[in-house]
């Protein structure tokens, strides 16, 4: 039998202490292992100050932790690299600039230039965010929705093997949610990669998640990782779906049953 392919993501026994502002240490995360196979799409929830956002950070290679380790592609994370896209809860687009240099800008800032071939591909992921017509629009002319597919479709230009999403709806309204998130499940399909999306929604784990880790309060640690078995392509079906519903009461009852340590 061949050997089990490495995982694209690989956190082994990671630790994350940091100074608060008084001195005093504060451990964010503890022992920490997870590991996501190639085109896996995983989604980390779990209460305020658990430590997602720091996990994202050491994978994106922001952050060196201070005991175990990171591995991406089966080597040592320590620089951010170039096959990570990452989007963050807030739009984070540069106001002075049209929507069309937004999305190349990281190229731009990089290189010194932008391609023809990343015009080219900006403008394709324009199309499908359904935003064509606004490229030379300047942030503030669009809605919050709108500004965060920007975001998203920035992330995506150099098309990265791995996409780290920090909250990327939370500040959408219920139906741009909905409609965000079966966007990001058919680009997820047209252009497979390996995802870790952080969500205050169980729901939103559900719909999107091959997996859901779900995360103890202070210090982090990994309480438990639950499969999620719905078939895919996810539709509005999915949502309507009495397994769904049923998946996500559990989901609850276990998140609200695991009291503070
Ligand atoms: N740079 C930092 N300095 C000090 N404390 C930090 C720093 N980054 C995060 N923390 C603390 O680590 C804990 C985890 O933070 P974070 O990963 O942002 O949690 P989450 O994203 O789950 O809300 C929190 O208590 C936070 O205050
Ligand atoms: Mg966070």
């Known amino acids: ?10 956190l082994n026994a990671v630790t994350q202490t940091f100074v608060s502002s008084d001195g005093s240490p504060v451990t964010a995360l503890q022992d920490v292992d997870l590991r ?4 896996e799409f995983v989604s980390l929830i779990g209460p305020s100050g658990c430590g997602k956002s720091t996990i994202l950070r050491l994978i994106a290679g922001l952050l060196r932790p201070t005991s175990g380790e990171v591995r991406i592609f089966d080597l040592p994370v320590t620089e951010p690299r170039d096959e990570i896209g990452m989007v963050f809860q807030k739009p984070t687009l540069l106001p002075w600039l049209s929507v069309l240099d937004n999305i190349t800008f990281p190229m731009k800032h990089k290189y010194g230039r932008v391609d023809e071939k990343d015009l080219v591909r900006a403008r394709e992921l324009l199309a499908m965010i359904g935003l064509q017509d606004f490229g030379h629009k300047r942030p503030d002319e669009l809605s919050g929705g709108m500004q965060q597919r920007v975001s998203i479709a920035r992330s995506l230009l150099h098309d990265p093997e791995i996409l780290l999403m920090d909250e990327p709806f939370s500040a959408l309204d219920a139906l741009t949610r909905d409609e965000m998130s079966f966007e990001l499940l058919r680009i997820w399909n047209e252009r497979p990669k390996t995802v870790v999306f952080v969500t205050h929604s169980i729901q939103e784990a559900l719909l999107l998640s091959d997996r859901i880790v779900v995360m103890s309060a202070r210090p982090g640690r990994v309480a438990d990782i ?6 895919r392509p996810r539709t509005l079906a ?3 779906d009495p397994r769904f519903t049923q998946m996500a009461n559990d989901i609850r009852v276990q998140v609200f049953s695991r009291k503070p340590e």
């Open 226 to 231: 639950i499969d999620v078995p719905l078939a």
């Open 1 to 10: 039998m061949p050997a089990a392919p490495s995982p694209v993501i690989d």
């Open 36 to 39: 996501l196979r190639r085109h």
């Open 238 to 240: 999915t949502l309507a």
